[in-house]
């Protein structure tokens, strides 16, 4: 079995080269995805919009289904991928999965592979052992990378590589593919070993001189109807906000004032900067990690928050403002998973 890579995103395409007459045939080359711990289906609209299609889809979470069925189609089966048999999942070229990551998470106390939750990607790999897809896409927190004092990433890759693939670790920020945000993650790829080709991260589509800024994501979004309630919040956490500048949090308030608090991660009352891009979106939390706008002083909506994950308009969330922050905050920003995608498929066309 291959020794798994754990590398920096390699920023070189090889190119192959086609003969002219067989391009038209290569762009309308079809490849279906089964899509594992698929959420709200961020980074299966990513591949879709790609040219990829998305044939069946697994997830948990019922608002997360709804949502997919709302924007995707009926082809997404609720319930624990524990209870999905082989059989079920139907023969594709790619199998896509974000396997749950609070476990991993460099926020939270990590237990990592002694966790039922964190034992979960198991599961992804006994379903691409069964259908042998051409590649598989895994992605994850960075806190993966350290967790279990890096046992974690090691066993992960080791287990995938056993079932007949090439795995590298490509830890990215999903700004440098052109997510207005600032979001750190891992991508697992693999490629299976008949294959002999070696796949290759691109080059990224940013860099931080032209990062795409919230200011830039948010603009006009004021005239999407749904999705961009307005919450309710305490009197006090305006009068926070009000001492806090543009890309600034809690350490920002003066410790004289009656509104200091401490001991706090770095979210809490987190304020956009109209100039950079967000910083990370997270899923859960109390009012003060909600994230709040630069120039209002209140939290942002959750299609402000949608936008600064590259969701386009007519992307319409179910559940309520809690379970749609949710499903946003644990989603793949489809904008930058895209480009990926996109050399995903040109690596296959030349096949």
């Known amino acids: 079995m291959p020794i798994a890579a754990l590398r920096k ?23 279906r995805i089964a899509s594992l711990f698929s959420g709200s289906g961020g980074m299966d609209l990513g591949f879709k919009d790609a040219g990829f299609e998305i044939i069946w889809a697994n997830d948990v979470n019922h608002w997360a289904c709804e949502t997919f069925k709302k924007n995707f189609g009926d082809h997404i089966v609720e319930g624990s991928i524990t209870a999905v048999k082989d059989e079920d999942v139907p023969d594709c070229e790619i199998i896509l999965g974000g396997f749950p990551c609070q476990d991993f998470s460099m926020i939270w106390k990590r237990m990592g592979l002694k966790t039922d939750r964190g034992n979960l990607y198991r599961q992804f790999v006994r379903v691409v052992l069964a259908k042998q897809p051409k590649m598989f896409v895994a992605e994850n927190v960075r806190g993966l990378l350290s967790a279990n004092k890096g046992k974690a990433v090691t066993q992960i890759v080791n287990d995938f590589g056993e079932a007949g693939y090439r795995v590298d670790v490509y830890p990215i920020n999903f700004a440098d593919y052109g997510a207005p945000q600032l979001r750190q993650r891992v991508l697992i790829i693999g490629v299976r070993n008949d294959l002999n080709k070696e796949f290759k991260l691109p080059a990224p589509t940013h860099t931080p001189e032209n990062y795409i800024t919230a200011r830039e994501a948010l603009k006009g ?17 305006v009068a926070k906000l009000r001492l806090i500048p543009p890309g600034g949090n809690f350490t920002d308030i003066p410790k004289n004032s009656p509104h200091y608090v401490k001991g706090m991660i770095s979210h809490v009352y987190r304020r956009l900067h109209p100039d950079k891009p967000s910083t990370t979106i997270i899923a859960g939390g109390g009012g003060g990690t909600w994230g709040y706008h630069y120039k209002e002083n209140r939290p942002l909506t959750n299609r402000e928050r949608a936008r600064l994950f590259g969701y386009p308009d007519d992307f319409e969330f179910v559940g309520s403002i809690a379970e749609v922050r949710r499903q946003i905050g644990n989603s793949v920003p489809p904008a930058g998973i895209k480009p990926i995608a996109r050399a995903i498929k040109k690596f296959l066309d030349e096949l």
């Open 221 to 237: 979004v004021e005239k999407i109807s749904f999705n961009n309630e307005n919450q309710n919040i305490a009197p006090s956490t």
């Open 9 to 31: 995103p390699n920023i070189n395409i090889v190119n192959s080269k086609v003969d002219k007459a067989d391009m038209k045939n290569l762009k309308k080359r079809v490849y």
